[in-house]
């Protein structure tokens, strides 16, 4: 059965992976970015065996399902990212509840994840950000107009669809459902990480010893992924669009903060396409 880390891009989920990784199954719990054992999906090699064209979408969803039950049929809890939206195309739902156990959704403020997808995609500007936070068509994971010799796994079409999308389509899971807030990982990363790992032991019966949470947490401090990225590199990282030089996976941080980095034309905009659901989150 699957656990879900769903999220939109930039949002913590890989924050949330790599504390997962030196909880679950990292010796003594260390912090190791580049074998985080937490995969995403979709992913190539899910489907290679199942769709001719790994470019072509609407083949990739008619096999959604398929995938998970292969994935699911030794009958173990796995744990899997995704950014892919909580949809159904052309009666094809993207994943159900006979092969989901559970979901943890982590959510951040638009007024911030815009500022880590500037970076991140290359964006030239906060209006080109803009429109990638607002696009209902939004797909991720696979450039169409580049050609490649080889492929890595997570080079697929990802549907995330636009932020205020993508929130309230898992929102509704109806199956063991937890929410995470990106600024509660900042702030209170104890507090947090402590209601996750009950969340997990609720839905697996997993026992997971205090003392083993806290150093867990602790490891994961947002610095020292930082420093940890910038020492040792992190296999997730891409590149710039226009300098072809790394950018940092791991950023800003608390020093993202949308009141000192957005003019108001971009503040006002977001919050008025995005007023129900971030006043629902608590974020107006």
């Known amino acids: 059965m699957i656990i879900w880390l769903a999220s939109y891009p930039k949002s913590g989920n890989t924050w949330v992976r790599s504390f997962l990784n030196s909880l679950l199954f990292s010796k003594n719990n260390k912090l190791n970015l580049n074998n985080i054992l937490i995969d995403q999906f979709p992913n190539r090699r899910h489907f290679k065996e199942l769709v001719k ?84 068509h939004n797909f991720v994971g696979r450039d169409l107009k580049v050609k490649k010799d080889k492929y890595d796994e997570s080079d697929i079409l990802t549907l995330i669809a636009s932020w205020q999308v993508h929130y309230n389509s898992w929102k509704v899971f109806p199956k063991n459902y937890h929410l995470i807030k990106y600024e509660n990982l900042i702030n209170k990363p104890m507090d947090e990480f402590l209601l996750l790992s009950k969340f997990l032991t609720k839905i697996t019966n997993i026992n997971i010893d205090k003392d083993k949470i806290i150093k867990s947490v602790q490891e994961n401090d947002f610095e020292k992924l930082k420093t940890v990225e910038l020492n040792d590199g992190f296999r997730e990282a891409v590149k710039d669009k226009n300098t072809k030089n790394f950018v940092p996976f791991f950023n800003l941080g608390k020093n993202n903060n949308w009141e000192k980095l957005l003019e108001d034309d971009i503040i006002n905009k977001i919050e008025k396409k995005f007023y129900n659901e971030m006043k629902e989150l608590n974020y107006l």
């Open 53 to 136: 064209d790994l470019d072509n979408f609407n083949e990739i969803a008619k096999n959604w399902i398929t995938a998970q039950e292969k994935i699911n049929i030794d009958h173990k809890i796995k744990f899997f990212k995704t950014h892919n939206i909580l949809c159904t195309i052309d009666g094809n739902n993207f994943t159900n509840t006979k092969n989901t156990l559970g979901v943890i959704h982590i959510v951040r403020d638009p007024r911030n994840v815009i500022t880590s997808i500037k970076n991140h995609y290359s964006e030239k500007n906060y209006d080109e950000a803009l429109s990638f936070l607002f696009d209902e």
